[in-house]
């Protein structure tokens, strides 16, 4: 058998060379009786660029961090049959645990298939569950087989998926209309990304199955501008599909009509909102509308809809072909099956995890993605981006599911795992947050409006050392406002950064406000920069790089920084070698 | 349709099914306020001030576009609602930049409308702009002769080139109107039966008294003196305030239903309880007529008066014996008052003794510049230590000198003796105006620790039940003129309140202010203010007439024309402010970046404000929806957001001319028609 | 709104895209899209025709274009820098990356380099977090950026349009 070379080319592989990798791949490959091929992202981001080797035998022999000038030594050992000789590069133990740890059915293909080729997918038993549902199901069983599966709503929400398709399905009218919501806004997600351009076409068999069982004729993708690659994969994977009669007339030649079309977003958080993407699709401003109604009542042209996210629709495929009850067997009693987490911040080892609901976030945090980097201390992780929350070292062992998560303040959102180290000022991870909804509010609803600026200046003035006793009142009065009175769930749940740092961190918000001084030492306004007479060695490097002069002295001698000039950027201790400047 | 029954606030309400919860409250005469809802456009949703609570849901719902459901119970002010609505309209007010009112009007002790009257005055009805100012002070040709107008040092035209000359032009079109068979008369409501008597026919009783009448009520204005005008007529020179101009105002007061008794002095000729057993309410406005001493040696000699006794004697045309050289010791309007009344007197050499310098005088620059022109000679940095006579009567005046020192609490440098260094002053008379005490003998009210009479600042209630004081006699003591006319109308109507049984103490309503600087107004066309030619010093030294003749009609309407007009067109009829007052809100716990306050346009007849701009949308909405122009747009964002309008058909904007829609829907003053 | 006294821009360009999507509704985002991606941003004129051609109004458009963070209304330079600022990137230090990047060229968010070389643009989330701090210019994406290492690519990309 031939043996077969496969590049990681998702997002993020390309972003940190694969492409490059892929072209000496191919140079020194000529003449060898060896398959160049690509596939998707595998999740372990942080091992880009992957290089799968599949020996003669089938054997893989997984290269990490791959360069273009080890692609001599990868053809080499191709041609010699020798894979000792990629020892230099060969994926270490500890980092095969980062994937054999997770549970993998909606990522099951990513970094697997070649998300180009239909033929993959169909060898790997794809479009079996669409031939499997059109054939031997009426949707009133599809819907029921779901309802059995537990699957809930992956977007943020945990809304049961059953119920919503039902509702769309008893809605009256003819033209009803299936969309998926692949507007993954929240900072910190990509999992949705990572399916899209890893696996296309089980996101178009999932969303087929739906459309048999609510009975659409018409789907629409809702994706995001900025993932360019994903809409290039996924155009391509609608017209394999439907040249090879998985989407169109009469597919799989039953009487069931449905096609999909894409709409590319052109850049608003708001739209992840589906009433939101609703007004985008239409070709509006992206404003909330009022609910109800529901989209499942008056959604697309007012017309029944129902909207689900990627991951979602990843897992409906599987769901068919293995049963309800196997995806039920997986999770807690109130969430059931796995979840996609995207893991990132200060840990050792970060990507997607794909694991079942019922692990504890210390699993996940220390036991998949390896804790802590450059020998930090853990502090905090942020749940849910924008609308979620930062959990503290204290609740590690909460157990992952919607209710657990939801009494921390956080919640499961879209699955965007930020961990946090001691360096990261929570006061000003909550301004960070802020900041982001100000600018994301569409600006419809006064409290979310008017009312995440004013938080962000608030906020603003806490770390700036210019806040005032009572602030952190007059924040929690403010948010807890916000949260009752905005139209939609952007403003409904922006303030949970803020009031979930506040629960967890007090005393960070209290040392800002009465002490004026950041404990993570991140605030710049809080600091104060000094030499260390005793480190310093006088070797200017730290004067050379200040960019306002501050720092003065006679070479070889102690210099010294003129806190009147400072401006706290912190050059010099970043320059410094022999750690001689002090941050206070 | 079927019927529906829900309750809302206890009250059981019925309606269709299909209807929002809104609209049956409405229908059941429950007010919910909202801003961005109108009946002519589709829900929106945007302002969140129509939020209610109902059993059972967790969530607050928009009233505006929830269907009403068959058994609901809906609390349209629960705690939780009202919070929402609060802040709502707190955010809304910390990111709108207007002025509700004017400065010009905020700095009005009365808080007369200037603005509106100035406007009239432009427009050539003085009627109507007698009308406007006579709704806070029945005496506004008096006033116009002898206020400081305190306004026009807020007047923002101040920071172009000069100020408008409010005061001038209030007694332009007052004395236009005095006179004229054809002049505004106010209305009177039904009698209510109930009596209420005013003791004191200074400013602050005329005042209270008229309200009170107008509001029906049965009202005695009673005076120790013997003609109604107080200080007015008795503290005020006939050069100032002609005093046909007071009886007239007084004549008119009389004619809106005010009974009036003069020479009856309470303690003397009617004890209080007496006076007090006679009415169901009293209005205790007594003034402060009593000379602060100089509390130097000598004082008790002839020769040595008060400058409110002496000023008293001329107006009663029985003037005190002053000789050729007076000194007069003070730095206010009442120390101006005296040295040129005693240069009309015929004084050879009149001295003005002030502890510091021209420049921390209290009197009007306008005033000490004339009294200069007038040949008084001004004495600064000096007091008097001694007042030195022979056989009892005044020969000189020992004066210490003084120099500044450190800033004191109000700011101004204090005076601080130099140390054995004095001049002697030869005079034949001292006229103390240092200041005025209030003597409360006779009236059995509870004083303050200063011995004046102590009364609510919100209710103007005494001690004693009914008993209600205001002026220069209670709290702070004597002040200006139109500070006694502002509290006494507000007065007047806290004391009808009392009389109808339910007593509304005075709030001072909350209003937007925007901050302006000159650099705002750079674009502001320079406009000289009318200046009013006095007559020559040397020949008005002599007289007692009025120093000038003050505005021809031309120059009050030229004048006039000078104002920004920086008060809201809309603040009568804003939603936002009524409901911001509504909910005693206090949006400056939220303060933070205002929106383009800079950005206004103009399209067609509507001018836009965008700094009032609430962004509820209904222009844009009323415009699509209604008009079916679609004309105006947001654009952008989020907390940047604003409402422009896009065409460039020229079609287009003959329809916006005359359509209006859009202006007409907005809630707030966003958007004028001034075509 | 920075839609004034552009020069004028030949409208024909358009033709295409508004017969493509003639009569289709809902397609106001898409027809502005392609006019971004043939003018590199959205000319005034554009939007008049686009009101004539699809009845939507020239306010409307302009609403929706101002709506979306993806459309600009001048003309950007050759690279165009998208700086994501996305959570894992704040954590790990883009705003000295941000700094890095403003200091080497002399500009801020939203602004283009007198030579017409460079825009930068900070962006919510370009999902590449595990790479963090990430830019993207011109598709491009960049990861693991260090403040010299940012440096480095601008210099790289500047040496790249002076040899051509």
Request: overall charge negative; glycine content about 10%.
């Amino acid at each position: 058998m031939t043996a077969r070379i496969v590049v990681g080319e998702g997002s993020c592989g390309l972003a940190a060379g694969a492409a490059a990798v892929y072209d000496a791949l191919k140079e020194k490959l000529a003449g060898v009786d060896a398959k160049l091929g690509i596939t998707g992202c595998v999740g372990a981001c942080y091992l880009e660029p992957i290089v799968d080797v599949y020996d003669g035998a089938g054997a893989l022999h997984r290269c990490v961090r791959v360069k273009p000038e080890d692609a001599g030594t990868i053809a080499g050992a191709v041609k010699s049959g020798d894979y000792a000789s990629l020892a230099d590069i060969a994926i270490q133990p500890e980092d095969e645990g980062f994937l054999s740890k997770q549970t993998r059915i909606a990522l099951r293909h990513c970094g697997v298939i070649d998300p180009e080729s239909i033929d993959e997918y169909l060898a790997d038993d794809g479009y079996q569950a669409l031939e499997k549902v059109l054939k031997t199901m009426t949707p009133e069983q599809v819907i029921e087989e779901i309802k059995i599966s537990g699957l809930a709503g992956r977007g943020g929400a945990g809304f049961p998926t059953w119920f919503k398709w039902n509702a769309a399905r008893q809605s009256k009218g003819e033209e009803k209309y299936l969309i998926c919501n692949a507007d993954e806004g929240d900072p910190g997600a990509f999992m949705d990304r990572a399916v899209i351009e890893s696996d296309p076409h089980n996101l178009i068999e999932g969303m087929m199955i739906g459309a048999y069982a609510i009975g659409c004729s018409e789907a629409v993708v809702y994706v995001r501008a900025e993932y360019p690659l994903a809409i290039v994969r996924l155009t391509e994977a609608i017209k394999q599909a439907r040249e090879r009669g998985y989407l169109g007339k009469n597919i799989l030649g039953t009487d069931f009509s449905c096609d999909i079309r894409i709409k590319a977003g052109a850049g608003a958080f708001v739209c992840g909102e589906e009433t939101a993407l609703i007004e985008s699709l239409e070709g509006n401003r992206g404003m909330p509308r009022l609910k109800p109604p529901f989209p499942a009542e008056a959604g697309y042209w007012h017309k029944p809809s129902n909207i689900n996210n990627v991951e979602t629709w990843a897992n409906v495929s599987w769901i068919i072909n293995h049963g309800g009850a196997a995806f039920a067997a997986m999770g807690t009693e109130n969430s059931k099956g796995t979840k996609v987490f995207a893991v990132t911040g200060k840990v050792k080892r970060g990507g997607l995890v794909e694991i079942p609901m019922g692990m504890t976030l210390r699993d996940v945090i220390f036991g998949i993605a390896g804790g802590i980097r450059d020998g930090r201390k853990f502090k905090a992780v942020q749940l849910g981006g924008p609308s979620g929350g930062c959990i503290p070292e204290s609740l590690l062992d909460t157990v992952i599911d919607y209710k657990s998560l939801q009494a921390t303040g956080a919640i499961m959102g879209s699955g965007g795992m930020v961990v946090m180290d001691d360096s990261t000022c929570m006061v000003g991870i909550a301004k960070f947050f802020l900041d982001f909804t100000t600018k994301e509010s569409c600006g419809k609803c006064v409290h979310c409006r008017i009312g995440t600026k004013r938080l962000g200046e608030i906020l603003n003035r806490i770390v700036s050392g210019e806040g005032k006793e009572g602030d952190v009142e007059l924040l929690e009065e403010l948010c807890n406002t916000v949260k009752a009175g905005a139209l939609c769930g952007l403003g409904q749940s922006a303030p949970n950064p803020v009031l979930t740092t506040i629960r967890y961190f007090r005393d960070e918000y209290d040392a800002h406000i009465r002490d004026k001084k950041c404990p993570a030492k991140a605030c710049p306004a809080l600091l104060t920069y000094a030499i260390d007479k005793d480190k310093c060695k006088g070797c200017s490097a730290c004067a050379k790089k200040c960019p306002v002069g501050a720092i003065s002295g006679e070479v070889k001698k102690p210099y010294s920084i003129d806190p009147a000039k400072c401006i706290r950027c912190g050059a010099c201790h970043n320059t410094c070698r022999f750690g001689a400047v002090t941050v206070e | 349709m079927n019927d529906i029954k829900l309750t809302i606030n206890g009250k059981t309400c019925s309606g269709k099914a299909g209807q929002t919860i809104l609209e049956i409250a409405r229908a059941n005469g429950i007010d919910i306020p909202t801003l961005c809802h109108d009946d002519s456009v589709a829900h929106y949703g945007a302002c969140g001030i129509c939020v209610v609570e109902a059993e059972g849901s967790p969530k607050l719902l928009r009233s505006c576009s929830t269907l009403a459901a068959d058994g609901m119970v809906i609390n349209t002010e629960g705690e939780r609602a009202v919070q929402a609505r609060k802040i709502a309209l707190e955010l809304l007010m910390s990111d709108h930049d207007g002025d509700c009112k004017g400065p010009c009007r905020l700095a009005c002790p009365a808080g007369t409308n200037c603005q509106a009257y100035v406007k009239q005055v432009a427009l050539g009805n003085t009627k109507e702009a007698v009308r406007i100012v006579k709704e806070r002070l029945p005496l506004p040709a008096s006033i116009g002769y002898v206020c400081p107008h305190p306004c026009e040092k807020e007047c923002r035209r101040g920071l172009v080139e000069e100020p408008i000359s409010i005061a001038m032009i209030k007694r332009f079109m007052s004395v236009d109107q005095l006179h004229s068979a054809d002049r505004w008369k106010p209305e009177r409501a039904p009698a209510t039966g109930k009596t209420v008597g005013v003791i004191g026919g200074g400013p602050a009783g005329l005042t209270a008294a008229y309200y009170l009448a107008l509001k029906g009520h049965d009202v005695t204005l009673t005076d120790a003196m013997p003609q109604m005008g107080g200080m007015l007529r008795y503290g005020i020179p006939q050069y100032r305030l002609p005093k046909d101009v007071v009886d007239a105002e007084i004549a008119e007061i009389a004619e809106a239903g005010v009974k009036m008794e003069n020479n009856v002095k309470i303690g003397k000729d009617i004890s209080f309880a007496d006076y007090r057993a006679k009415f169901d309410a009293v209005i205790v406005a007594i003034g402060a007529w009593s000379s602060t001493p100089l509390h130097c040696p000598g004082e008790e000699q002839q020769g040595v008066y008060g400058g409110i006794d002496f000023l008293r004697s001329v107006a009663l045309h029985d003037p005190l014996p002053i000789g050729r050289n007076v000194a007069i010791v003070g730095g206010g309007n009442t120390a101006m008052d005296a040295c040129r009344t005693a240069v009309r007197l015929g004084a050879e050499n009149v001295y003005v003794i002030y502890r510091r310098t021209q420049s921390e005088m209290p009197a009007n620059a306008e005033e000490i510049e004339e009294a200069t022109e007038e040949g008084v000679q001004f004495k600064f940095l000096t007091n008097p230590a001694e007042i030195i006579g022979e056989n009892g009567h005044v020969t000189a005046v020992k004066l210490q000198v003084m120099e500044l020192g450190e800033p004191d609490a109000s700011g101004r440098r204090s005076p601080v003796p130099v140390e054995g260094k004095f001049v002697t002053l030869a005079v034949d008379s001292v006229i103390a105006a240092i200041g005025q005490k209030v003597d409360p003998k006779g009236f059995d009210l509870a004083l303050n620790k200063r011995g004046i009479i102590a009364a609510d600042e919100a209710t103007f209630l005494t001690d004693q039940e009914g008993v209600f004081a205001v002026g220069d006699a209670t709290n702070k003591g004597a002040g200006i003129a139109i500070a006694a006319i502002g509290e006494a109308s507000k007065a007047a109507d806290v004391a009808d309140s009392w009389l109808k049984g339910h007593i509304v103490p005075y709030h001072e309503p909350f209003v937007s202010k925007r901050t302006v600087t000159a650099a705002d107004l750079a674009d502001k066309e320079k406009k000289a203010r009318v200046k009013v030619t006095n007559r020559p010093a040397e020949e008005r030294k002599h007289d007692f007439e009025p120093v000038n003749d003050g505005f021809s009609a031309a120059e009050a309407m030229e004048e006039a024309k000078r104002c920004l007009e920086c008060g809201c067109h809309d603040y009568g009829e804003c939603s936002l402010i009524k409901h911001a007052n509504r909910y005693e809100i206090h949006p400056e716990r939220f303060a933070g970046e205002k929106r383009h306050k800079d950005l206004e346009q103009k399209l067609a007849v509507i001018e836009r404000d965008q700094g009032k701009c609430i962004l509820c949308g209904l222009c844009v909405r009323t415009c699509d929806e209604v008009a079916g122009q679609g004309l105006l747009g947001l654009v952008g964002r989020g907390f940047g957001t604003v409402i422009k309008p896009e065409f460039r058909d020229s079609e287009r904007i003959k329809v916006c001319a005359t359509c209006k829609k859009c202006a007409e829907a907005c809630p707030t003053g966003a958007l004028k028609i001034i075509g | 709104m920075q839609t004034c006294n552009h020069p004028s821009v030949d409208l024909t360009l358009l033709e295409d895209t508004l017969a493509e999507y003639a009569g289709v509704k809902g397609s106001l985002i898409s027809i502005l899209q392609k006019t971004q991606e043939i003018y590199g941003y959205i000319p005034i004129d554009a939007v008049y025709r686009i009101s004539e051609r699809t009845g939507a109004s020239p306010a409307k458009i302009l609403g929706v274009a101002t709506f979306y963070s993806q459309f600009r209304f001048q003309a950007v330079g050759k690279y165009l820098i998208l700086l994501c600022k996305g959570t894992a990137c704040y954590v790990n230090g883009a705003d000295r990356i941000l700094d890095a990047v403003s200091d080497e060229l002399g500009i801020g968010n939203n602004e283009t380099t007198e030579d017409g070389l460079f825009s930068l643009s900070v962006v919510a989330c370009l999902g590449c977090c595990s790479l963090a701090p990430v830019m993207m210019i011109n598709d491009k994406t960049y990861g693991s950026l260090t403040p010299d290492k940012a440096r480095q690519i601008l210099r790289d990309l500047r040496k790249e349009a002076e040899a051509q």
